[in-house]
């Protein structure tokens, strides 16, 4: 699979930086937090445009980790990366176990995304005050 364009690449990492300069522990993102933070990256850039898409056991159906696609990038509090990418980073986590990113399902997606304490809107907010109206960063990456 294709490496990140340039630009998501670069919004990947300004995402990166942005979460890391203390919004929020940035641990909590790679611990359990990606569901809340895909789900609002979701809605800022918009659900026509973006998936939820997981890595995880096929045969246990279960996500250990939830990120934003976006063509063939992968966005997350690691930044961008392409599918290779986040299954290497993501096998070294659990080596030996048989991993694959998958579309979630509208179940998954219903029930489990955006259930507690760091909700939607607030980091909705957050993200239009750092990175601006998604239509014009939208503008910049598919300029």
């Not at 909590?28 to 998936?51: I, M, P």
């Not at 290497?88 to 399902?105: D, E, M, N, Q, S």
Request: include cysteine.
């Amino acid at each position: 699979m294709p490496s990140c364009s340039p630009e998501l690449a670069a919004f990947g990492a300004r995402l990166h930086a942005f979460l890391g300069n203390g919004l929020i522990n940035r641990k909590w993102w790679t611990h359990g937090g990606c569901w809340k933070l895909a789900s609002a990256l979701h809605q800022y850039l918009g659900d026509d445009r973006t998936e939820l898409w997981g890595v995880g056991d096929p045969l246990a159906g279960i996500a250990y980790h939830v990120s934003v696609r976006i063509g063939d990038c992968f966005i997350d509090a690691d930044g961008a990366s392409s599918e290779q990418e986040l299954l290497a980073r993501w096998r070294k986590i659990y080596p030996g176990r048989v991993l694959i990113v998958r579309k979630l399902t509208r179940f998954e997606v219903e029930h489990f995304s955006c259930e507690e304490s760091f909700h939607t809107d607030e980091m909705y907010d957050r993200f239009e005050n750092e990175f601006g109206p998604s239509e014009v960063l939208w503008r910049s990456i598919f300029s």
